[in-house]
């Protein structure tokens, strides 16, 4: 009696569950057609461009889909849209800083260092005083990057037959001329052929062709076998025009004669045409130094 009773309760119990999971089931169909029938809604919205619920709103933005992009999700094609929102981003200032104006370059600069040792024994190249001088450029240029010049110099080197001089010369007048803080420019102005040299005509046509590089105001004109011995003979340009080859040493460091102006000579533009140049005819060496003395 107990057994068929207790069969009987089980009995009712299964019922009850498989009715509850029915229910359940169903509950859940009714949901997902529900909410299946929105999201097609909202789609179908998107799609034909218009809908009940068309009310403006913060979403009121559109971008044609008949772009031609196939297989193109709403989604990128509302970033494209993006550049139409109002923008809350702030404005980057992209205009780079205006560097602060470069300190006028030292009438004495620090880095000199006085009395230099010259020699001649050691092999120079061309390619050593290039690679020894990489701040200067195309030309036998440089710009001191660290002070605004009070002159821009030319340096006229007459030149024919002394490879060898120049190597020496340019080797050591790089060094010098950057401690001494000089935008420059050298300049060889080569002779050609075996007439009869003329010294005064080249430094005339270095200094037409200086001018057309760049605006020089100071001119300093140099023969290629003088070397400085100190870095504090400043090749600058003065009130008057200067001599800087006072004192050589195959004169004994001293003027071979008064009145003497060869050898390193410097003037200003304005100098330069004040004398109206250099003397054209004096062929061979020498009588060109004492024409510029006198004038």
Same mark, same amino acid.
């Given at each position: 009696?107990?057994?068929?009773?207790?069969?009987?309760?089980?009995?009712?119990?299964?019922?009850?569950?498989?009715?509850?999971?029915?229910?359940?089931?169903?509950?859940?169909?009714?949901?997902?057609?529900?909410?299946?029938?929105?999201?097609?809604?909202?789609?179908?919205?998107?799609?034909?461009?218009?809908?009940?619920?068309?009310?403006?709103?913060?979403?009121?933005?559109?971008?044609?889909?008949?772009?031609?992009?196939?297989?193109?999700?709403?989604?990128?094609? *509302?970033?494209?849209?993006?550049?139409?929102? /109002?923008?809350?981003?702030?404005?980057?200032?992209? %205009? &780079? @800083?205006?560097?602060? #104006?470069?300190?006028?370059?030292?009438?004495?600069?620090?880095?000199?260092?006085?009395?230099?040792?010259?020699?001649?024994?050691?092999?120079?190249? *061309?390619?050593?005083?290039?690679?020894?001088? /990489?701040?200067?450029?195309?030309?036998?240029?440089? %710009? &001191? @990057?660290?002070?605004? #010049?009070?002159?821009?110099?030319?340096?006229?080197?007459?030149?024919?037959?002394?490879?060898?001089?120049?190597?020496?010369?340019?080797?050591?007048?790089?060094?010098?001329?950057?401690?001494?803080?000089?935008?420059?420019?050298?300049?060889?102005?080569?002779?050609?052929?075996?007439?009869?040299?003329?010294?005064?005509?080249?430094?005339?046509?270095?200094?037409?062709?200086?001018?057309?590089?760049?605006?020089?105001?100071?001119?300093?004109?140099?023969?290629?076998?003088?070397?400085?011995?100190?870095?504090?003979?400043?090749?600058?340009?003065?009130?008057?025009?200067?001599?800087?080859?006072?004192?050589?040493?195959?004169?004994?460091?001293?003027?071979?004669?008064?009145?003497?102006?060869?050898?390193?000579?410097?003037?200003?533009?304005?100098?330069?045409?004040?004398?109206?140049?250099?003397?054209?005819?004096?062929?061979?060496?020498?009588?060109?130094?004492?024409?510029?003395?006198?004038?």
């Amino acid at each position: 009696m107990s057994r068929l009773m207790l069969g009987r309760t089980l009995e009712r119990i299964c019922k009850a569950v498989l009715l509850l999971c029915l229910v359940h089931f169903l509950i859940m169909m009714i949901l997902y057609f529900d909410v299946y029938s929105q999201r097609f809604d909202i789609f179908s919205r998107f799609n034909n461009g218009r809908g009940a619920n068309s009310s403006r709103g913060p979403h009121h933005y559109y971008y044609n889909f008949s772009s031609g992009r196939p297989n193109t999700t709403f989604a990128s094609y *509302l970033a494209t849209a993006d550049h139409l929102l /109002p923008s809350t981003k702030p404005e980057v200032n992209h %205009t &780079p @800083p205006t560097p602060k #104006p470069l300190p006028p370059c030292p009438e004495a600069p620090p880095g000199l260092v006085g009395r230099l040792l010259i020699e001649f024994s050691s092999l120079i190249t *061309l390619e050593r005083v290039q690679r020894e001088n /990489p701040n200067v450029t195309e030309g036998g240029k440089y %710009t &001191p @990057p660290d002070c605004r #010049p009070r002159q821009k110099v030319a340096i006229i080197v007459p030149f024919r037959h002394r490879d060898n001089h120049l190597k020496y010369w340019l080797h050591y007048l790089h060094p010098v001329l950057r401690r001494q803080k000089i935008d420059y420019g050298i300049f060889i102005i080569n002779q050609l052929g075996e007439d009869t040299f003329n010294r005064a005509k080249l430094l005339n046509v270095g200094y037409t062709e200086a001018l057309k590089d760049a605006e020089y105001d100071c001119f300093i004109f140099s023969d290629v076998d003088l070397i400085p011995m100190d870095d504090r003979n400043l090749y600058h340009c003065y009130d008057q025009p200067r001599h800087f080859a006072i004192a050589m040493d195959k004169f004994g460091f001293r003027l071979p004669y008064a009145g003497y102006f060869g050898g390193v000579s410097g003037l200003s533009k304005k100098q330069f045409l004040k004398i109206n140049g250099f003397p054209n005819e004096y062929w061979g060496w020498g009588g060109e130094d004492d024409d510029i003395y006198n004038r």
